[in-house]
Structures are given as structure tokens and as C-alpha cells.
């Protein structure tokens, strides 16, 4: 499958505070689009790493114009080929909540 667009930079405010990243690569889906981002290591990462999935698909978004609900995101490990889609991401509401200053 090829990707709908590859290392698209963004940049984005969420509690005020800007956040700039780059997408590895989006791929076009039947229900919208799956950001991935694409890991060298074969560590599988802990759930508090999904924050950045769900910064990348807010992105992705924001960039497209469309609810963050037409966008899924997972982590794909090079070296043994697995894709690891994460379900539940945080909502632009619980980004805004985990990075507001109490």
C-alpha cells in the first residue's frame, strides 16, 4: 500500500502551547485516513507513548479539515514488520486537559 503523503511537517496549538512534529506517513483508509508513525526500534512502546499518536491524528486533522474521528494512528516497528494500532487515543479535550498548566 502507498502512503497518501509522507514526513508532513505540522505545527499546532493545543493549551497554548505550540507543538511543531512531522508525520512519517498517512495512508488513505475507507473510513478517512491512519497516521503512522514508523519506529527503528522493536521495543513496543508503553501506552503513555500513544500521547503522540493522538498529537499526530489531531494534526492530521486540523491540517485535513476533518473530525479527528476519521483519522486513526498507530506506531509500525521496522525491524519485525508488526503495526501496532492503538484504540482509545486521548481526544483534542484530554490533550488539552493533560497539557494545561493547573
Keep these: 500500500m502507498q502512503p497518501h503523503a509522507v514526513e508532513v511537517p505540522f505545527e499546532t496549538v493545543i493549551a497554548g502551547i505550540l507543538v511543531r512534529g512531522r508525520i512519517d506517513a498517512v495512508y488513505k483508509t475507507d473510513s478517512g485516513f491512519e497516521v503512522v508513525d514508523w519506529k527503528t526500534g522493536s521495543k513496543v512502546l508503553g501506552e503513555s ?38 484504540a482509545n487515543l486521548l481526544s483534542e479535550g484530554q490533550l488539552i486537559d493533560l497539557l494545561s498548566v493547573k
Design 49 to 86: 507513548s500513544a500521547v503522540q499518536l493522538a498529537v499526530y491524528r489531531l494534526a492530521w486533522a486540523k491540517l485535513q479539515g476533518i473530525s479527528v474521528d476519521q483519522v486513526t494512528a498507530a506506531f509500525h516497528y521496522v525491524p519485525t514488520n508488526t503495526t501496532d494500532r492503538r
